[in-house]
């Protein structure tokens, strides 16, 4: 409200010269003497903190010489009859609220200023008794309740301020009786309610500011009948409905704010009446059809921002007459067709933003004409074809964003001369070839990413180390040579599934900025730098899988260290894990998987005081001795839930996120011989997966106090004794998998009351007895219980010694094929806990790429558990599954 603001600053510098006026001219001193009394009892009512401003008020009626007249005072101004005509106590430290206020006493008042103070309390109804006021001004305070109706009778008020403060209710309909307003500012309340259809009366408004509130309702048309309108903004409310086509009646209009509703409809081919307009902000709504043509006769424009709508159609040809355009902003809509040529004749414009659309064809050649652009996003559509060669001919060209599209060719040798870089986005997309080395060096590059390309060449020896980049995204390309070295201000460094080969140079350990770094999936090998370790006092993400290190792990982790996320997986490293990794106090995921590491499970972990830990898999090693109880019971990631309790971690994925860059934690898992992957690891479940190890002895109890856990696997051990009644307590768990052990006794019938047990395994065991069949346990086939000679009854063939008769048919609600449906689907998908390969560490679930379908019951599980997070919003990948196999 720049206007506004500015107008503030003239009216005190008059008012100001007003006061001084005053010190000069004799005064009667009968009319002041009532004012001076009125005025010091209302400071008497203020807080002491108000003392500061307005103790010379007390001090000058105490005076010798005095005669009780306020027109000396501070922030007072009177006329020459003696009578205070103006108060402005702006940024006067004012404390208290105006209940004491000597509304009746001030008559001749015209002009009043409390802004920027700490009033409080309520705006009283007596404020209609300053029945010459011309300008109020009561913002940035701390006033509550309604704006009184009794301000409709301040008949010549011009300007009304009241903004920032904590007004509620609706703005009154007598406001539409003061015809001589010149501006209303009320934005930044909490107002709700229409917008009153009075507003049309006041013909002689030329600005109205009532964004940032609650309001709702529709846009009432008799708006339009203000015609000395100027600046209009009620963006940030909850306005529903169309744009009145009224307003195109707002012929004197410069400024059209109405972003941030939800306004529907389409956008009034009448607005183009308005070609005074240099701002039309109708973005964030639900405005839909196309872009009017006509809106290129607004030749004034200047801003022109409609994203976040569903407008759909193309971008009008005739949109390249608005020559003044400083800004166009389209993105987030269902816009199609190519990019208009004539944009090239917007020579002034400084930012280009057709992002998330559904554009198509070749960028075309004359945006290079664009000398004064300095962002230019394009990306998430589908254009196509190769760069253009001039694009940042005009030297200012900051920011390029064009991912995601289906653009091809290579880097044009040109764009070594676009020096202004500093944000450079090219990924997802088919370009090939090299790139010129030598735009990753200018001086003011702070970002590059360039991911998922075909992209090809090594890179210097050097790499980025004598730039400034922050952010290195340069995965899924085609790159070969030595690893390049990030620079000393990296932060975010990814060059993951490549072909980089080689040693990783000890030189690496100079990027001390480092929070994430990447590099899994090529062709790296030997030892890693013994410095790495130490980095792990600002890195919080190292991912070096899938690659050919050898030797030992480095064995310093820093005490202090932030690592998160440490996955050194399918590698050669071996020897035994360092125990240093105890100074690893926030790590959450750990993977070591498929390596040649040695030794006993580290139950060195348990020493750690609390561990976050959702998902614990160690999986398919050759870990012997008791299960590691003084881990489990220091998982108090999986302790919540406990009567209803709610964990406070509220977060949907599992992510790190660097100053630009989101990081999302995944792992790969083999899964009865197939490569599952876990793209994106959610933070609402809670898993443990022991199995393919040589484990023994009983099943500790504790286990029953992790009262969140949703899947539990054992298989695949030598554990012995009997199933522990504790398991009751899990009653959020999915899937139990205690197949191929030692366990003997019974199958206890508590289970029973597991009524979201969805995956039952307790075959190849030594349990004996009759099978439970009540509840929950009578919803599992044969394959749940077989190999376990001593069990008897139904779903079993065998009959128990006391059965007289046959067992009835199981699942007599269910036919026979459906039951040996339900059983091979579990075997042909792999669905369950799993037999996964390595040591993982890690949080939650995750959404799976799978090589294969996905289980019905099990993708139902996951839509359940959405559900329950409150938190469940359409994902863009529809293949989904638990970890497990």
């Known amino acids: 409200m720049d206007s506004s603001l500015e107008f503030k600053r003239v009216m005190s510098l008059v008012a100001a010269l007003a006061l001084f006026t005053t010190f000069v001219i004799p005064l009667p001193a009968h009319a002041s003497l009532v004012e001076a009394q009125a005025l010091l009892k209302w400071k008497s009512s203020l807080g002491n903190h108000s003392v500061t401003s307005l103790s010379s008020w007390i001090h000058d009626a105490t005076s010798s010489n005095s005669t009780m007249s306020p027109c000396a005072w501070y922030g007072i101004s009177c006329n020459q009859a003696g009578s205070a005509i103006g108060i402005i106590l702006t940024s006067a430290y004012v404390e208290g609220t105006l209940d004491e206020f000597p509304f009746s006493s001030l008559s001749h008042l015209t002009y009043m200023d409390l802004g920027i103070n700490s009033l409080s309390g309520h705006i009283p109804p007596q404020i209609s008794l300053l029945s010459n006021l011309t300008y109020l001004d009561l913002s940035i305070n701390q006033f509550m309740g309604n704006i009184p109706p009794q301000i409709g009778h301040l008949s010549k008020l011009k300007v009304l301020h009241l903004v920032s403060n904590e007004l509620n209710g609706s703005i009154p309909q007598e406001i539409g009786q003061l015809h001589l307003l010149n501006e209303v500012a009320l934005y930044s309340n909490q107002l709700n309610g229409p917008i009153p259809s009075s507003l049309g009366n006041l013909s002689k408004l030329a600005r109205l500011y009532v964004y940032n509130n609650s309001l709702s309702g529709s846009i009432p048309p008799e708006m339009g009948n203000m015609t000395n309108l100027k600046v209009l903004h009620m963006d940030t409310n909850l306005l529903i409905g169309s744009i009145p086509s009224t307003l195109g009646n707002l012929t004197k209009l410069t400024q059209l704010h109405l972003f941030a509703n939800e306004l529907s409809g389409s956008i009034p081919l009448e607005l183009a ?27 004034e424009l200047t801003l022109l921002s409609l994203y976040g709508n569903n407008l759909s159609g193309h971008i009008p040809d005739e949109i390249g007459n608005l020559r003044a355009m400083l800004d166009l902003e389209l993105t987030t809509n269902q816009l199609t067709g190519p990019i208009p040529s004539s944009l090239g004749n917007l020579t002034y414009l400084k930012s280009l933003v057709l992002r998330e659309n559904h554009l198509s064809g070749s960028i075309p050649r004359s945006l290079g004409d664009l000398v004064n652009l300095e962002v230019l996003q394009l990306d998430t559509n589908w254009l ?11 030297g200012l060209l900051r920011n390029l964003t064009m991912s995601a599209n289906n653009l091809t060719g290579s880097i044009p040798r040109s764009w070594r001369n676009c020096t202004s870089f500093v944000r450079v986005r090219l990924e997802e997309n088919h370009f090939t070839g090299p790139i010129p080395f030598s735009f990753v060096n200018f001086t003011d590059l702070d970002f590059i990413d360039l991911h998922e390309n075909q992209l090809s060449g090594r890179w210097p020896v050097e790499g980025f180390s004598k730039t400034s980049l922050s952010t290195i995204s340069l995965s899924d390309n085609k790159f070969e040579g030595p690893l390049p070295l990030p620079s000393p201000f990296t932060d975010y460094y990814t060059i993951a599934n490549n072909k980089i080969a080689g040693k990783i140079s000890s030189s690496i350990c100079n990027a001390t900025n480092l929070s994430i770094l990447i590099l899994s999936n090529n062709s790296l090998s030997g030892c890693l730098p013994k410095c790495l370790s130490s980095l792990s006092i600002g890195l919080s993400i190292l ?11 480095p064995q310093t982790f820093s005490l202090g260290s932030r690592l998160r996320t440490l996955d050194l997986s399918q590698n050669h490293f071996g020897g035994l894990l360092p125990q240093s990794l105890v100074h690893c106090k926030n790590l959450e995921v750990l993977d070591f998987s498929n390596n040649e590491i040695e030794g006993k499970f580290p139950a060195f972990l348990g020493t750690l005081p609390k561990l976050k830990l959702h998902i614990l898999d160690l999986s398919n090693n050759n870990f012997y001795g008791p299960l590691p109880a003084n881990l489990i019971v220091k998982l108090q990631g999986m302790m919540k839930g406990q009567n209803g309790q709610k964990p406070q971690d509220k977060s949907l994925y599992m992510m790190k996120e660097s100053a630009r860059m989101v990081y999302e934690d995944s792992v790969k898992l083999i899964i009865k011989g197939r490569e599952t992957k876990l793209v994106r690891i959610l933070t609402i479940l809670a898993t443990i997966d022991l199995s393919l190890n040589s484990f023994e002895g009983n099943i500790p109890n504790v286990i029953g106090h992790l009262y969140s856990l949703i899947g539990l696997n054992l298989s695949h051990n030598h554990l012995t004794g009997s199933i522990p009644l504790t398991l009751v307590n899990l009653t959020n768990l999915e899937w139990l998998d205690l197949s191929s052990n030692k366990l003997n006794g019974g199958v206890p019938r508590e289970l029973r009351d597991l009524s979201f047990l969805g995956y039952l395994d307790l075959s190849k065991n030594q349990l004996t007895g009759r099978i439970p069949q009540d509840k929950q346990l009578s919803t599992f086939t044969s394959n749940s219980f077989c190999g376990n000679l001593g069990l008897c009854g139904t779903p079993l063939q065998n009959t128990c010694p006391d059965d007289a008769q046959p067992p009835p048919p199981p699942w007599s609600f269910l036919q026979e094929d459906s039951i040996r449906e339900h059983g091979s689907r579990f075997d042909r998908k792999a669905v369950g806990i799993g037999y996964a390969s390595g040591i993982v560490i890690g949080i939650s679930i995750a959404y799976i790429s799978f090589e294969i379908g996905r289980p019905e019951w099990l993708g139902g599980k996951v839509r359940s558990m959405e559900r329950r997070t409150k938190l469940m919003k359409k994902p863009k990948r529809k293949a989904i599954k638990f970890l497990g196999g």
């Not at 005074?276 to 043509?293: A, F, K, M, V, Y």
């Not at 690659?547 to 792990?553: L, Q």
């Open 273 to 299: 009446n308005s070609n005074g307009l240099s701002e039309l902000i109708l973005n964030d709504n639900n405005l839909t059809g196309s872009i009017p043509p006509t809106l290129g006769n607004l030749t």
């Open 543 to 553: 991912n070096l899988r899938m690659n050919s290190f050898s030797c030992t792990i």
């Open 384 to 394: 196509s074809d190769s760069l253009p060669e001039n694009l940042c001919q005009g």
